[in-house]
């Protein structure tokens, strides 16, 4: 049966990021995560990225 609801959801009983705003600890560890997993990429990109004929707004 499907309900919707994400894993985590089902698991925890709230939305994931409902729950690190519980929970700074694991809040913390997942940030560090993603920077781990994505740290690299944000510059890489922006670096790639040709933004002379974009608004800056």
Do not use: C, N
Not at 23 to 47: K, N, Y
Request: aromatic content about 14%; charged content about 25%; overall charge negative.
């Amino acid at each position: 049966m499907q309900s919707g609801r994400t894993a985590f959801e089902k698991a925890q009983g709230v939305p994931v990021f409902d729950y690190l705003g519980r929970h700074p600890d694991e809040a913390s560890l997942f940030s560090e995560t993603m920077i781990g997993f994505h740290g690299r990429e944000p510059p890489v990109v922006a670096e790639a990225y040709d933004f002379s004929s974009r608004p800056l707004w």
